[in-house]
């Protein structure tokens, strides 16, 4: 009896392991997914403009850029976001992007 629970218990203790291992990957899904969203990273741009946090701005607005771009790859895309966020850039201290794409 004593050797059935102590067999019980570490199949337990790898029954916990394993969910731990489980959770792990889909919380590394969904910011994968997420990092994936241009509106996701334009949420963090505003809240880093709101925390005065002009570094990780200009990060989040680089990424915004970026993402959007690679949903639609058109050169009218483009400059709807530069005419758009240029003026960000500048006021944080960098210039816009250059368009990435040969067409």
């Given at each position: ?26 919380e ?22 709101s925390?005065?946090r ?33 003026s960000?850039?500048?006021?944080l ?11």
């Amino acid at each position: 009896m004593e050797s059935f629970i102590v067999i019980v218990g570490i199949i337990q203790f790898f029954v916990l392991i394993i969910f731990f291992q489980i959770a792990g990957n889909i919380e590394a899904l969904r910011i994968r997914f997420t990092s994936k969203n241009p509106e996701t990273w334009l949420k963090k741009y505003q809240k880093s403009i709101s925390l005065r946090r002009d570094s990780e701005a200009l990060y989040h607005l680089q990424e915004f850029v970026w993402e959007s771009l690679q949903r639609k790859k058109s050169k009218a895309k483009y400059d709807s976001l530069k005419s758009e966020y240029e003026s960000a850039f500048t006021s944080l201290g960098a210039e816009f992007p250059i368009y990435p794409f040969n067409d």
